[in-house]
């Protein structure tokens, strides 16, 4: 279980009810969990899935596939082929509240298979949500 937020005495709270309950201890700091590795500085938050990624890639022997550097241009067609290893998601702890959401959707526009795709994402604040 995860559990942030920007009140200590109100985490702290919850970690005390929560060992009354149940048995658990404290990790400290979030590092990896689930497959995301999570960095941290005092005004925000680094997940990424390289390591994982890595994990993947050296268990289907493809440890050796084509690299390419960010950022992208919004021209450049990715196929399965080429891997985005070291994209993650950057969040900072200020951030407004406002709700963003943002779609696409094309006809037979994967160069892989011509299968059509939509793809659509929420954003809360600068907060990737979905």
């Avoid at 680094?46 to 493809?62: E, G, W």
């Avoid at 596939?65 to 450049?76: G, L, S």
């Amino acid at each position: 279980m995860i559990i942030t937020g920007d009140d200590p005495m109100g985490i702290s709270s919850l970690q005390q009810f929560l060992h009354r309950q149940f048995k658990m201890k404290d990790l400290d700091f979030l590092s990896y969990f689930l497959g995301l590795e999570i960095s941290q500085d005092s005004s925000s938050y680094f997940l990424t899935q390289a390591k994982y990624t890595s994990d993947l890639l050296a268990r289907a022997s493809l440890t050796d596939c084509k690299i390419a550097t960010t950022p992208v241009d919004p021209q450049t067609r990715l196929t399965p082929l080429e891997g985005t290893l070291f994209h993650g998601l950057h969040y900072f702890a200020q951030s407004s509240l406002q709700l963003h959401a943002f779609s696409d959707a094309n006809w037979a526009g994967d160069p892989t298979d011509r299968c059509s795709t939509t793809r659509f994402c929420f954003f809360l604040g600068n907060y990737l949500i979905t």
